[in-house]
């Protein structure tokens, strides 16, 4: 989604700009610009397409003068992409200059009060209502007419603000939409998330809702809308910057399959001591544990596959109830939560919309929340009653994949907690699951070192029109995995079916070399799926398997990728590295810009 960075300091602020926003691609857009105040008006550039338009035009923002300046990664929600809609909007006469992350729900009352006032609007943005309000009630103090616009607006903002007034200042707020701000020595700056600033500073505040941020080149003040001011403590960011960088790989979408040994690791590691899960972000008590007769699970996309494995994997292993939810469907249902059943929120942004609005619903039905989050100090992270970090790092690609794979890993460790003390799983089984999952990051290794086989079998398919994945069980929540890769980087039509389901009607489509991918990992399912793979190859599909490879005799019925064997519960870990092999190298051999699939956003914050 639409990504903010703004400077302000003694150097020249456009390659500054320029480079933030780069830095900020991969949340997705599709027009960006900025906007400077050169000592006697404020300036903005801005273009629809890819960022490279904006770095001609500027020549990288060294044509750019001013020490002030915004900048905006636009996500197209009201208005379609364009030039005018682009970010920074103007007021009127040019004096004030916003840029906008979220959705102004009201836009449309406050444009028409403003367009009865005789006010022009030149763009279809909710955000030009905000630059035009600020104009329309400045009576020489940007800070008072910055809260009194607030008042005005219904919805969810990070907005940053300049000024052709105030040339030593920037203004950032934030309500619900996530908003950083970078400190640094006589320069500081704003931005959507740290990648954007890494250049310059680890030392950041996060605004929290509401909350004003002031500055100047040499301070930072943050006020309340009551104008009190905020005392916050600093952060030190500890990522590496070379971790938000590529690292000599093509893609990111690559560089972080590579690192799922490493991010499963650490996701592991720290909570594992003497052969014994440690979960302290779990505040719960074992008498509270036992007294929840359900488990729902809420996450958007790919987060959403995982409680799909998590709901087969606690049914089996803990014999509660439990229900796995698109956050989107979940907040709209008038669904059935009280405080017996417990809520795990899975999000590797911490913001996205559709799943904090789901979270704040179930905990306002009574239910104790555990969130699985990736982004430290985010939305949900705060907001969730216990928050379980994936120590992911940073993911850039749109596509997640480490991400996807350190939720799955903490899905384990609750498992393994859960059963311990709710006695669903016995000692000799419990040391045997924690020995295997300490294993886990090295047998990823062993598929990361053996991928040729799966880019062959892409050069096989990637001119397909349709691919098929099935499964079951299990292997059913992997293929909607390896279903949603394939489509979302390849534009591949790709369908994901429960093998038992497929001839109740989608087995219609499959025709002669018709691609279909199925997963046959689980043991206990083995035989069933064959019959599946029969009924597709007879009607003429064109099978790949994935399979363990104690079952060597899967090769004879397809062209098969082994995996090693592990226990039914890690399997998901090891059977979805080829999926999204195979997604990345069909999406390559398509030459699709594979970090920043078209009209996808990394971190969604709208519903
Ligand atoms: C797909 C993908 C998305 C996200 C989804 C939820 O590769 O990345 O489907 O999983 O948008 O995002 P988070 O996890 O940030 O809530």
């Known amino acids: 989604m639409c990504g903010i960075v703004g400077y302000i300091g003694y150097e020249q602020a456009g390659p500054f700009l320029l480079d933030g926003l780069e830095k900020l691609e991969y949340r997705g857009y599709d027009s960006a610009g900025v906007c400077l105040n050169n000592g006697s008006e404020l300036v903005v550039k801005k273009a629809k397409g890819k960022l490279e338009v904006l770095k001609k035009m500027t020549e990288n ?8 300046g915004i900048g905006h990664t636009r996500w197209a929600t009201h208005g379609e992409p364009s030039d005018v809609n682009a ?55 940007l800070i008072d007419t910055v809260i009194k616009v607030l008042g005005k607006l219904e919805g969810s903002y990070a907005l940053g603000v300049i000024s052709k007034e105030n040339p030593d200042e920037i203004i950032a707020v934030r309500k619900e939409s996530p908003l950083i701000i970078g400190l640094g020595e006589n320069e500081n700056f704003i931005a959507s998330d740290v990648t954007a600033i890494l250049s310059k500073t680890r030392t950041i505040y996060r605004l929290e809702n509401n909350e004003i941020a002031i500055l100047n080149r040499d301070g930072v003040k943050i006020i309340n809308t009551d104008k009190d001011e905020v005392i916050k403590q ?7 910057v070379s971790a938000a960088e590529k690292g000599g790989y093509e893609h990111f979408m690559f560089k972080e399959i590579m690192e799922q040994p490493k991010a499963i690791r650490d996701t592991i590691s720290p ?52 229900e796995a939810d698109l956050a989107s469907e979940f907040r709209y249902r008038d669904p059935i939560i009280n405080d017996k059943v417990l809520t ?29 989050v990736n982004v430290v100090g985010s939305a949900i992270a705060i907001e969730s009653d216990d928050v379980i970090y994936t120590w992911a790092g940073p993911e850039t690609s749109v596509a997640t994949t480490k991400a996807y794979s350190t939720q799955l890993a903490v899905i384990y460790l609750i498992a393994l907690y859960f059963g311990d003390i709710l006695g669903t799983i016995v000692s000799d089984e419990y040391s045997a699951l924690v ?55 390849s534009y591949i039509h790709s369908e994901a079916y429960a093998a038992g389901e497929l001839k109740h009607g989608t087995i219609s489509l499959i025709e002669q070399g018709t691609p279909v991918i199925a997963l046959v990992t689980h043991e206990e399912l083995i035989g069933k799926i064959v019959s599946n793979i029969e009924e597709v190859k007879t009607r003429g599909a064109e099978v790949m398997c994935i399979a363990c490879d104690d079952h060597p005799e899967i090769a004879n019925i397809a062209q098969t990728v082994f ?40 971190s969604v914050t709208v519903e």
């Open 563 to 602: 995996i090693p064997k592990v226990c039914d519960m890690l399997l998901p870990s090891l059977a979805v590295v080829p999926l999204q092999l195979f997604a990345y190298y069909v999406a390559s051999l398509k030459g699709c810009d594979i970090d920043k699939p078209r009209n996808l956003a990394k």
């Open 87 to 141: 970010h920074p909007h103007l007021s009127e006469s040019g004096r004030f200059a916003v840029v906008h992350n979220g959705i102004i729900e009201n836009y449309q009352q406050l444009k028409e009060y403003l367009t009865a006032k005789g006010i022009e609007f030149r763009s279809m943005t909710d955000t030009e209502v905000i630059a035009q309000l600020i104009e329309y009630y400045y009576k020489g103090n």
């Open 435 to 489: 020995e295997k999952l300490e294993q886990l990051p090295d047998k990823v290794t062993e598929i990361l070192d053996n991928k040729e086989k799966i880019q062959y079998l892409a050069s096989k398919y990637f001119n397909s029109k349709d691919i098929f994945f099935i499964g079951r069980n299990i292997d059913y929540a992997l293929s909607l995995e390896g279903s949603l890769k394939l489509k979302e980087i």
């Open 344 to 372: 795990i929120v899975i999000s590797q942004s911490g913001e996205t919309a559709d799943t904090k609005e789901a979270m704040k619903e179930a905990q306002r039905r009574g239910s104790h929340v555990i969130s699985i």
């Open 271 to 322: 909570r594992i001591n003497n052969g014994r899960v440690i979960l302290d972000e779990i505040k719960l008590t074992p008498e509270e544990i036992k007294q929840f007769n359900r488990i729902n699970i809420i996450a958007c996309g790919s987060a959403y596959h995982v409680g799909v494995v998590a709901k087969y994997i606690f049914e089996k292993m803990l014999r509660i109830p439990v």
């Open 61 to 68: 923002g060294s044509t750019l003068s001013g020490t002030v």
């Open 234 to 240: 600093t952060e030190t960011v500890e990522w590496d």
